[in-house]
């Protein structure tokens, strides 16, 4: 029952999610979901020495 969900379904979650968010704010959502994905990755193969040389200073993008 639960386990089944329909493009209806997804596409009312996605409105939900655009509803929540804003136009504005979701390409900047989904570029910190990729780096979360790329960095657990790299996390489970243990590359952590990468860490240090792939992260940006988060104060010169400000």
């Known amino acids: 029952m639960f386990g089944r969900i329909g493009a ?3 596409i009312a979650i ?3 999610i655009l ?3 804003g136009s504005t704010k ?3 959502l989904a ?3 990729g780096k979360s994905v790329v960095e657990l990755k ?3 193969k243990g590359n952590s020495a990468s ?3 792939t992260t940006p200073n988060s104060e010169t993008d400000k």
């Open 42 to 44: 790299e996390g489970l």
């Open 31 to 33: 570029k910190a979901i």
């Open 19 to 21: 509803l929540i968010f």
């Open 26 to 28: 979701l390409p900047e």
């Open 8 to 10: 209806t379904e997804i």
């Open 51 to 53: 860490d240090e040389s």
């Open 14 to 16: 996605l409105a939900v």
